[in-house]
Structure formats: structure tokens, C-alpha cells
């Protein structure tokens, strides 16, 4: 079947890295929207923020001031999720829990408080992958940890607390669900093809040519064929490397230029500070040896129709699976025709 069949009826569209399906409605996007529309989030342009916690010189809460830093600037999370002395534990029949430690960071990309990475140079958003690099080698060589998971919400939209441009990096005592599920999946495919997952998918995209955003030296931006927020796109990397830690100079200023045109691409798209969740997927860190494991970096943006009406994971998404509105293809499309504006 031509794949502009599938942009024209429903159906679903199974994602080969998570062993999940995702529905298709094409059909949706035509549906008239009354429901709730979002501020719109402008780009800052203050460089420094008197009020802001993570500002050069400022005071955090807790007494800590920040240093006057020039460049990224890590500490380990006033408030963390995981805990690193807690040890607890509770089973009793269908009744389990069990103490999870770890550390948590934040990851300052800039001393300028209105610089996202969409904003930043090449060669600073390499000073950001170089302290991603080792952070995942520095937390992940720790006892006990066995995962090391950084990521970035940007927006009030993703529930950022502090409009600062930042990431966080949370180091865990055991492997998340989301690369649990991954590690599964690649590992299966892997011992029966001898080549990972996702250098045969990318190999199938790059042949296609209709899910393609940006294309790099080392990396391919794309919207995965299995795509569930409506401008989700995927980071690969060209050959099956496992983690940042092994990624030379060359690779590194690469991956840096491929997040500063994506970033650059979504902003475009509805002229506004794009909101997201981002993360890197990496090999674990439990000591274990992950052939399987091929480097890729999610990005999970809401937004739908404009700027101000986001796309809500609800009812159906919820209680039975995610569902999107506008094909993959078509979410392509128009990322590219951004991506071309900005290049020219």
C-alpha cells in the first residue's frame, strides 16, 4: 500500500522500539476546537533575572548562592527526586515497594538567562553535550547506579519550574520503564539480526525519504513512522554508538549542530519559544554489556495547531492508547519546510 493511503483513513502504527501501537485519526485534524487555547510563550530576551534561582551570583533557595558562572554550570538539585541514603522496602502479597536511591542535577546551559539552545552557538551547545558526556560517564561509574537519564522540559506548557534555560540529569539505582522497555526490544532484535534496531530503521527512513527532517554528518533528525505527540522527532545517530561517553570531538560538534537546527526548526514552526520534553536514551550503566543499545535523543512536544493549542493525552490515550490527529508525514512536512526557511 502507498503510504498516502494511510494519511487519508485510521489506523495504527506499531513502534518497534517500545513494542507498542499508537492510533492514527487523520481525519481529526479537521475537527473544530472550542477547548482550552494556552498564553503563548515568547522568547525571552532579559539576560539576567535578579529573581531567577539559577541566575549567575543569585541566591537559591536554601541559602546556596550560585556561583559567577561564564559557561554550563552543574549542581546536584536543592529539591531531588531520589534520595541517596534512603533505604526501605514493603512486600506483602500484591502490596510492593522498594527503595529507590539515586542523584539528581541540574544542568545550567548558559550564564544568560533568555539563551535556549535554540539561540546558543554550535560551539556552546557543545559545551552542553560535553558536560551531558561526563555526567553519564562520572554518575554511571557510581555504585549502584544503573541508569543515567538526562533530559530537558522546556516551557511552562511542560511544567518547567524555572524558565532559566536548563536540563536536569537524574542518575538511578535501577533502569527506568521507557529504556527498560528499549533495552527489551533492541536486545531482541539484535540477537536475531546480528545489527541493532535502529541502524536498519534509520537505514529504511533514509531510503524512504518521507519522514526525514534534518540530515548531518554523524546524525538524522526524523519523526519516527510511530510518532505520537503531533511534532515528535527522534535524534539518531548514523553508526550504532551506545552512549555519549565514546562519542569523539567530531561526533559531539555534530550532535550539537543537529540540536541547534531542530531546536531553531521548532521555534519557527509557530514563531514562538517551542515547548518539549526531551531525553536521551543511552546503555545503562549497571555494568552490563549493551550491544544492543544504538543512541538516540526524543523529543515530545504538545503543541497541535498553533502556538496556543496544545495536544492533551486523554481518555481514549489514557485507557487505552495514544492517538494523533495529523500524520507523521504530514508533521514532516512541515517541519521541513521550517528547517529550509531557516537555512537559506
Not at 77 to 99: G, I, M, R, W
Not at 185 to 200: P, V
Not at 297 to 324: C, D, I, W
Request: charged share 25%; net charge negative; glycine share 6%.
Amino acid at each position: 500500500m502507498n503510504i498516502s493511503r494511510l494519511n487519508e483513513t485510521s489506523h495504527r502504527r506499531y513502534n518497534p522500539l517500545a513494542g507498542e501501537w499508537v492510533l492514527v485519526s487523520p481525519h481529526r485534524a479537521r475537527r473544530p476546537w472550542q477547548g482550552k487555547t494556552e498564553k503563548k510563550e515568547d522568547k525571552s530576551s532579559v539576560q539576567y533575572d535578579p529573581g531567577c534561582y539559577l541566575c549567575p551570583g543569585n541566591e537559591r533557595v536554601g541559602g546556596v548562592i550560585n556561583p559567577d558562572y561564564k559557561e554550563v554550570y552543574v549542581f546536584d538539585n536543592d529539591f531531588p527526586a531520589l534520595l541517596s541514603d534512603e533505604q526501605v522496602s514493603f512486600e506483602d502479597d500484591l502490596f510492593t515497594a522498594k527503595s529507590e536511591k539515586g542523584i539528581c542535577r541540574v544542568v545550567c546551559f548558559s550564564p544568560d538567562h533568555g539563551l535556549t539552545l535554540s539561540q546558543m552557538a554550535i560551539d556552546d551547545i557543545k559545551k552542553v553535550v560535553d558536560v551531558w558526556a561526563e555526567q553519564y560517564m562520572m554518575l554511571g561509574a557510581k555504585p549502584g547506579i544503573s541508569y543515567v537519564q538526562i533530559f530537558e522540559n522546556r516551557g511552562e506548557m511542560m511544567g518547567c519550574s524555572n524558565p532559566h534555560p536548563h536540563g536536569q540529569v537524574w542518575a538511578t539505582e535501577t533502569v527506568p520503564n521507557e529504556p527498560a522497555k528499549e533495552t527489551i526490544m533492541q536486545r531482541q532484535y539484535f540477537e536475531k539480526h546480528g545489527r541493532t534496531l535502529l541502524s536498519d530503521y534509520l537505514t529504511q527512513e533514509l531510503k524512504k525519504d518521507e519522514r526525514i527532517v534534518i540530515e548531518t554528518d554523524h546524525f538524522v533528525v526524523l519523526v519516527p513512522f510511530w510518532a505520537v505527540w503531533p511534532f515528535e522527532t527522534m535524534i539518531i545517530s548514523k553508526i550504532a554508538i551506545p552512549h555519549l561517553g565514546v562519542m569523539n570531538e567530531e561526533e559531539k560538534v555534530d550532535f550539537a549542530k543537529a540540536l541547534g537546527l531542530l531546536t531553531r526548526t521548532y521555534d519557527g514552526l509557530f514563531d514562538v519559544s517551542f515547548p518539549y520534553s526531551a531525553g536521551i536514551h543511552q546503555a545503562p550503566t549497571d555494568g552490563g554489556e549493551y550491544p544492543e543499545w544504538h543512541f538516540h535523543m526524543h523529543f515530545y512536544p504538545p503543541l497541535l495547531r498553533s502556538a496556543t493549542v496544545r495536544k492533551f493525552m486523554v481518555g481514549f490515550e489514557m485507557l487505552g492508547n495514544p492517538q494523533r490527529d495529523i500524520t507523521p508525514e504530514e508533521s514532516t512536512q512541515r517541519l521541513v519546510s521550517v528547517y529550509q526557511s531557516i537555512i537559506k
